[in-house]
Antibody, heavy 114, light 109 residues
């Protein structure tokens, strides 16, 4: 299971920080990628990026300059940081296990930039 | 960047069959995955690798692909099937991007 956590309200120009806690298996599994996805109100799914093998990352080119995804093996968590947020970053943020397909999702957490 | 194209909406009467398409360049060489998102809920994987039903998904849901178009077929549609459906692929360029289609809203008349 995956569970997102973090502030529900972030001020413009500040940094959005979310954590995904993984239960039922190690986040450091060598075959799993761990992704963040978001969904703006009334819009479709947008992939933000993933982390795998603890240190390797890949980001959506449209967000790459503002995004950092990291893994904390000791806590079995991975995290998302999005800098310099604007109202356009208001969305439901999901974390998911990525095996080429996203087979386990968190319930999502709503983040409002205001 | 790679684009997956889905119809914005599909409507079908209860008990009938719904087909949702997903098109993309050279889709024939990519593995397509499908997700269902009911209102207010997180997406759920229903089909992976073009045709494989995910764990616990009823046989009413099936996936197929012909050339550059993948299809999700839902037979015996019921009200509980209403929601948004998304196709997804990995774009295996240098950074392995995850690409979603724009989503299709399924309504049961």
């Amino acid at each position: 299971q995956l569970q997102e956590s973090g502030p529900g309200l972030v001020k413009p120009s500040e940094t959005l920080s979310l954590t995904c806690t993984v239960s039922g298996g190690p986040v450091s599994s060598g075959t799993d990628y761990w992704s963040w996805i978001r969904q703006s109100p009334g819009k479709g799914l947008e992939w933000i990026g993933y982390v795998y093998h603890s240190v390797f990352t890949s980001y959506n080119p449209s967000l790459k300059s503002r995004v950092t995804i990291m893994m904390d093996k000791s806590k079995n968590q991975f995290s998302l940081r999005l800098n310099s947020v604007t109202a356009a970053d208001t969305a439901v943020y999901y974390c998911a296990r990525d095996q080429n397909y996203l087979d386990v999702w968190g319930k999502g957490t709503t983040v409002t930039v205001s | 960047s790679y684009v997956l194209t889905q119809p914005p909406s599909v409507s079908v009467a209860p008990g009938q069959t719904a087909t949702i398409t997903c098109g993309g360049d050279n889709l024939v060489i990519r593995r397509v995955h499908w997700y269902q998102q009911r209102p207010g809920q997180a997406p759920v994987l229903i089909i992976r690798d073009d045709t494989v039903r995910a764990t616990g998904i009823p046989e009413r849901f099936s996936g197929s692909k012909s050339g550059d178009t993948a299809s999700l077929t839902i037979s015996g549609v019921a009200g509980g099937d209403e929601g948004d459906y998304y196709c997804q692929v990995w774009e295996r360029n240098s950074d392995h991007f995850v690409i979603f289609g724009g989503g299709t809203n399924l309504s049961v008349l």
